[in-house]
C-alpha cells in the first residue's frame, strides 16, 4: 500500500509562482513512477508532469516551460511559475507500481486558484 499527502496549494495572482509537494509512505520502495496530474472545472484530468525513480520526466503540453518537477526518492515537488486562470484546478499526486492498475495510487488533491 502506498499512501500520498501532498501540501501546498491556495490562491494566487496571475503570473505569480506556487510549490506543490507531494510525499509518499508505505511500500515505497516499488514505486517507479510519480507525478501529477489537475482536473479543472468542468473538464477532463489532465497530465501536469511525471517522473520516474531514474528521473525521466514528461510533462504536458500546456505547461512545459512554465512547470518543473523534480524527485528525491518518494518525494516530489511541482514548481509552478507564470500562473494564469487557466491554471486553476485540482491538483493530484499520483504514484505507479508496476504491477498493474490496481498499483495506482492517488492523493486527496489539493486546490490551486489562479485569480486574473
Known amino acids: 500500500q502506498v499512501q500520498l499527502v501532498e501540501s501546498g496549494g491556495g490562491l494566487v495572482q496571475a503570473g505569480g509562482s506556487l510549490r506543490l509537494s507531494c510525499a509518499a509512505s508505505g511500500s515505497i520502495s516499488s514505486i517507479n513512477i510519480m507525478g501529477w496530474y489537475r482536473q479543472g472545472p468542468g473538464k477532463q484530468r489532465e497530465l501536469v508532469a511525471v517522473i520516474s525513480r531514474g528521473g525521466i520526466i514528461n510533462y504536458g503540453d500546456s505547461v512545459k516551460g512554465r512547470f518543473t518537477i523534480s524527485r528525491d526518492n518518494a518525494k516530489i515537488s511541482l514548481q509552478m511559475s507564470s500562473l494564469q486562470p487557466e491554471d486553476t484546478a485540482d491538483y493530484y499526486c499520483?504514484?505507479?507500481?508496476?504491477?498493474?492498475?490496481?498499483?495506482?495510487?492517488w492523493g486527496q488533491g489539493t486546490q490551486v486558484t489562479v485569480s486574473s
Open positions: 499520483y504514484a505507479k507500481r508496476p504491477l498493474g492498475a490496481e498499483y495506482d495510487y
